[in-house]
């Protein structure tokens, strides 16, 4: 692994706020609610446990194999060819990961600000400016993202406090009138895109600290983003109660019903200016790992020699991948929270397991 290029515990956490965050924030609310209804908010607790599990057991890898990433101790745990086999199926996760986030970024321009534009434009765009990013480095990215983190959560509490003009608690209530059912069933498709904190094993071998260290900070960033996902479902039902599962984009639909006279209106700009930098940080992130996962899988030494080929047949994957926006709620519903589980909780945990028993023997 070429760890050159290195960025601080403080930098990491920011880093996997903005890539959970990015694309959480807009769609995944409107299917919380579809389930757990006016309890949605109480969801996203249940749902960030596998986060929580995430960052120990990877924190705890990267001790044991420290430099190496998810992809070089995979192959040390589990033998050469077994470890061939787990690196396969990462780089085709990532590229099927990828394909599916540059898909939806084209979708969203398209529904709510260039209709116009044929969506090969938009993902051609994002990917070329996400390959620049990567080309500079992981540092790079990591200081990018410290600005637009700010950028970020300055124009998301100007929206919350005017939103909570057409604020009604009372479409709050009954707390829980259901019991847990529904909050747990409501807690399923966040929890995907809360383990994401898998994506760590590519990243904790570029932390200039111990992995031990950033734990602290990495649960801080989890902490933050529960209690945004949570002020978002709150907002969301109290603006737009029973219909919010209706709404593809239930928090855009909130900030275009906020209504601000003068210089502030059409508000809805503000979100597509957080989406775009939300997701150029998370598709640099998903591009850099799906570069340094097919560079070590065949043995080379500068992933950068990777980035040209690798970006043309990322803009190919997010053309051919979903045919309609109903082909992807579908699969964001029901079939991706299925692969988050067995990819992104169960893997890691497989990785651990096999490392703490092979330890066991060799002590013995």
């Not at 995979?74 to 996760?93: E, M, P």
Request: one cysteine or more; hydrophobic letters at 55%; glycine letters at 6%.
């Amino acid at each position: 692994m070429n760890s050159s290029d290195k960025i601080s515990g403080y930098q990491i956490s920011l880093l996997f706020f903005t890539f959970i965050v990015s694309t959480l924030i807009l769609s995944v609310p409107g299917i919380m609610v579809s389930f757990a209804k006016q309890n949605a908010w109480l969801s996203i607790i249940l749902a960030s446990l596998p986060a929580i599990v995430n960052i120990y057991v990877l924190t705890a890898l990267a001790k044991r194999y420290p430099g190496q990433s998810i992809m070089q101790y995979a192959t040390a745990i589990c033998g050469k060819w077994a470890g061939k086999l787990v690196g396969c199926f990462f780089i085709y996760y990532l590229f099927f990961f990828i394909s599916s986030t540059v898909n939806e970024h084209a979708r969203f321009l398209n529904t709510n600000l260039l209709m116009q534009t044929p969506p090969i434009v938009l993902m051609t765009t994002l990917l070329f400016i996400c390959s620049l990013a990567v080309l500079a480095g992981v540092e790079t990215i990591g200081r990018c993202n410290e600005v637009i983190f700010l950028i970020i959560i300055t124009l998301l509490i100007p929206i919350f406090i005017f939103s909570l003009r057409n604020a009604d608690p009372a479409r709050l209530t009954p707390v829980l009138a259901e019991g847990l059912g529904p909050v747990i069933r409501g807690s399923v498709v966040p929890s995907a895109w809360m383990s994401q904190f898998y994506f760590l094993g590519w990243f904790l071998p570029h932390l200039n600290e111990k992995p031990q260290h950033v734990r602290k900070k990495l649960l801080t960033a989890l902490g933050g983003i529960v209690v945004l996902i949570m002020v978002i479902d709150l907002l969301t039902i109290m603006v737009l109660g029973p219909i919010t599962p209706r709404m593809k984009f239930p928090f855009l639909d909130v900030i275009k019903y906020t209504d601000i006279i003068g210089p502030l209106e059409r508000l809805e700009a503000i979100a597509i200016t957080i989406w775009i930098l939300g997701i150029f940080v998370k598709v640099s992130m998903l591009l850099y790992m799906f570069c340094v996962s097919t560079t070590q899988l065949f043995g080379a030494k500068n992933y950068r020699k990777t980035v040209v080929p690798i970006t043309v047949l990322s803009v190919v994957g997010s053309v051919w991948i979903f045919k309609n926006a109903a082909e992807f709620e579908a699969w964001i519903t029901f079939t991706y929270p299925i692969l988050a589980l067995f990819t992104q909780s169960l893997l890691p945990l497989l990785l651990f397991a096999v490392h703490a028993i092979k330890a066991k023997i060799v002590k013995h």
